[in-house]
C-alpha cells in the first residue's frame, strides 16, 4: 500500500473522531515524520504510543485526542487493529504467578519515591481521589480514605489488613483517624521501606508479602489499586484468599479501576511500559469470582472522578519535570505523559470505570447501609 494511501486512511479515520493532522485544534495531532502512518498500521497501539516517545508526532492536549478517539471507538477499527501474543500467552499460562509478579510490580512501582512524590503529593496515594466536595488533590485523596474507612464501619482496637499498601498512606489514615491496628502488605520493597517510615509509632504492620501467603483472621480487609495486577487466572483464587482470612461478621472493600468488557491480557503499549501483565476485571468477572463466597453489598462507580485525579498528576508531574530531569531523561518524560493523559482520556470517554465494592461473608443482618458523601470530619 503507498505512502499516500495509507496517510489518507488514517486521516480519514481520525477525521470520523473529529481529529485533524494539521494540530490546528489543541486535540489535533501533528505529524514529524511520514513514515508514521505506516509504523501505525503495522504496529497499532503499541505504535502510536512508541512513535509518540520517539517524537514522531505531537498533541498539545492528549487528554482530549485520547477522549475523542475512544469515545469514536477507533480502537476497535481495522488500521488500528494488531494480534497480540500475551492474548495468546494468558490463556496458557499465569501471567500474574508468584515468580513474576514479583518482578512486574517493582518494574512499576520502585521507578523511584522522587517520581512518585512530586507526582502524588504528600500523602503519596496512587488511586482515584473522591472529588464530590474537594478542590484539591490532597481534599480528594482524604475524602477517599475516609470513605472507604466508613464503608468498612471502622471501629477503635479493630485488625485491618490492607492489601496492596503502597506507600501506607491508606493504612496510617486509618490508625490514626480510626484508631485500628494495621497489617499492610505489598511486594514492592521501596514502597515497603517508605511506608515503615511513615507508619512509625503507629499500631501498622508492613510487610514485604505476595497476597497469596496471608494468613490470619482480621475484622476488615481493603485492597485499593492492587487488584488490576491480580490477573483473569487468579481473581477466584484472590477471593477464596481474602474469604479465608476474614472474620464471618467482617467486611472486605475493593477499589479498581474496571473495564467494561471481560478481557485476558491488556493494551500492549500499557502492557510493555508501564504495567507489565496487569489488566482491569469486568462487572462479570469480579461477580464470578465473589460467587458463593461473598454477598454483594454495595457497588459504588465514580471512574469519572479519575480523569480528574489523573490531570492533577499530570500537571504535578510537569511542574517538578525541571527538578526529576535529574534522573529522568526527555523519552521518560514523553511516556510519562503518554501515559497520565491517555489513561485521563479513557476514563473521560467512560471506557475505563472506577468501583468501590463492599463485600461480607453472610449478608450483614439489617442491611448495609453505604455512606456516599464526604464526612465533616475530612
Known amino acids: 500500500m503507498s505512502q499516500r494511501t495509507l496517510s489518507r486512511m488514517i486521516q480519514e479515520l481520525l477525521a470520523s473522531a473529529d481529529i485533524g493532522t494539521t494540530g490546528e485544534r489543541p486535540w489535533d495531532i501533528e505529524i514529524h515524520n511520514d513514515e508514521f502512518y505506516r509504523r501505525l498500521v503495522k504496529g497499532g497501539t503499541l505504535a502510536l504510543g ?11 492536549r492528549l487528554d482530549e485526542f485520547f477522549f475523542r478517539a475512544l469515545r469514536a471507538e477507533l480502537y476497535d477499527k481495522a488500521a488500528f487493529k494488531i494480534w497480540y501474543s500475551d492474548t495468546v500467552k494468558s490463556r496458557l499460562l499465569n501471567l500474574q504467578r508468584p515468580s513474576r ?17 512530586c507526582m502524588l503529593g504528600e500523602l503519596m496515594i496512587y488511586s482515584c481521589g473522591y472529588w464530590e466536595t474537594a478542590s484539591t488533590l490532597e481534599e480528594a485523596q482524604e475524602a477517599k480514605l475516609d470513605l472507604v474507612c466508613r464503608k468498612l464501619d471502622l471501629h477503635p482496637g479493630m ?61 476488615r480487609i481493603v485492597s485499593i489499586g492492587m487488584f488490576e495486577h491480580v490477573g483473569y487466572k487468579n ?27 471481560s478481557v485476558k491480557s491488556t493494551d500492549l503499549w500499557i502492557d510493555r511500559y508501564i ?10 468477572q469480579i461477580c464470578s469470582a465473589t460467587e458463593g463466597l461473598f454477598v454483594l453489598e454495595d457497588w ?22 525541571q527538578m526529576l530531569k535529574k534522573n529522568y531523561d526527555d523519552r521518560f518524560y514523553r511516556m510519562w505523559k503518554y501515559y497520565l493523559l491517555s489513561c485521563a482520556g479513557a476514563f473521560r470517554a467512560r471506557c475505563n470505570q472506577l468501583w468501590q465494592i463492599v463485600l461480607s461473608p453472610r449478608g450483614v443482618l439489617g442491611g448495609y447501609k453505604a455512606p456516599r458523601h464526604s464526612s465533616d470530619d475530612c
Open 159 to 219: 485488625e485491618l489488613l490492607d492489601i496492596g499498601c503502597g506507600w501506607g498512606g491508606a493504612a496510617k489514615f486509618a490508625a490514626e483517624k480510626y484508631q485500628v491496628k494495621v497489617v499492610g502488605i505489598t511486594i514492592s520493597k521501596r514502597q515497603a521501606e517508605y511506608a515503615k517510615e511513615l507508619c512509625r509509632g503507629l499500631p501498622v504492620d508492613i510487610r514485604l508479602q505476595d497476597y497469596r501467603d496471608i494468613h490470619g483472621a482480621f475484622d
Open 101 to 117: 509478579a514479583g518482578r512486574d510490580v517493582p518494574y512499576h512501582y520502585d521507578i523511584g519515591n522522587d517520581l512518585y512524590k
Open 275 to 284: 504495567f507489565p501483565h496487569s489488566m482491569l476485571p469486568s462487572a462479570a
Open 235 to 261: 481473581y477466584g483464587a484472590f477471593m477464596r484468599i481474602v474469604r479465608s482470612c476474614l472474620k464471618d461478621d467482617g467486611l472486605f472493600l475493593l477499589h479498581t479501576i474496571g473495564g467494561n468488557t
Open 50 to 60: 512508541e512513535s509518540y516517545m520517539d517524537g514522531w508526532w505531537d498533541c498539545p
Open 300 to 321: 459504588h462507580s465514580f471512574g469519572s472522578d479519575y480523569d480528574k485525579t489523573l490531570m492533577h498528576w499530570f500537571q504535578n508531574f510537569h511542574d517538578h519535570w
